[in-house]
């Protein structure tokens, strides 16, 4: 079953999406696209679906072709301070304001949204495998996130995050056993499985 064009009909709709909220490190990524009517790409899917070289030969498609996009970025110091859900909800909201063109009607991936300047919105589970809008959004949410990682990964080798991308993964969890934490880390998150949670209540 292909990609829905639109949710509503004859609006203006933008869809939205963010990579990297399961991270131990590093941003959390969100994008939103809106496109023309007559977008079509053999290759575009939910993100997650497609290899990272589909979505690098995508990334310049989407944005030459769409009507408008915005990428923003919350940083993990934000995300400790606000918590992922927010931070993510947070990005959503970035990247949209920074369209150049006002959308009438948002469509989000998830479940979860707060509104947007009195926008209606609807959220729609797995819609990045619904929607081509949302599917456009979480391809450049995701592209420009491992770049961000890519790029941080000169800084800090050892954590493989060219590999892993901030992911929880074997080498990453190993190497922060070994040396620690960085400032990317977010640190209201579990970073090991053995990390108890830490009582804050003696502080506050």
Not at 79 to 96: F, R
Not at 176 to 190: C, D, L, N, Q, V
Request: charged share 25%; hydrophobic share 40%.
């Amino acid at each position: 079953m292909g990609l829905k064009k639109r949710y509503l009909k004859n609006s203006i709709e933008v869809g939205t999406d963010e990579a990297g909220r399961g991270c131990l490190a590093g941003p959390v990524v969100a994008a939103a696209v809106i496109l023309p009517e007559d977008f079509e790409h053999p290759l575009l899917n939910d993100s997650k679906q497609l290899t990272e070289k589909q979505r690098e030969l995508l990334r310049p498609f989407i944005e030459k072709n769409a009507l408008a996009y915005g990428v923003s970025y919350i940083n993990e110091q934000k995300i400790d301070e606000i918590n992922i859900l927010q931070a993510s909800i947070l990005a959503m909201h970035n990247a949209i304001e920074k369209l150049s063109i006002t959308p009438e009607h948002i469509i989000v991936d998830g479940n979860k949204f707060k509104p947007f300047k009195n926008i209606p919105h609807k959220t729609i589970v797995k819609g990045d495998a619904k929607f081509m809008s949302i599917a456009a959004a979480s391809v450049l949410a995701k592209t420009y996130r491992d770049a961000f990682m890519q790029k941080i990964d000169v800084e800090f080798p050892v954590y493989s995050w060219k590999k892993n991308k901030g992911y929880p993964t074997k080498q990453h969890r190993a190497a922060i056993r070994e040396f620690g934490i960085t400032p990317y880390h977010r640190k209201s998150f579990r970073l090991l499985p053995e990390q108890l949670k830490l009582d804050f209540t003696a502080t506050k």
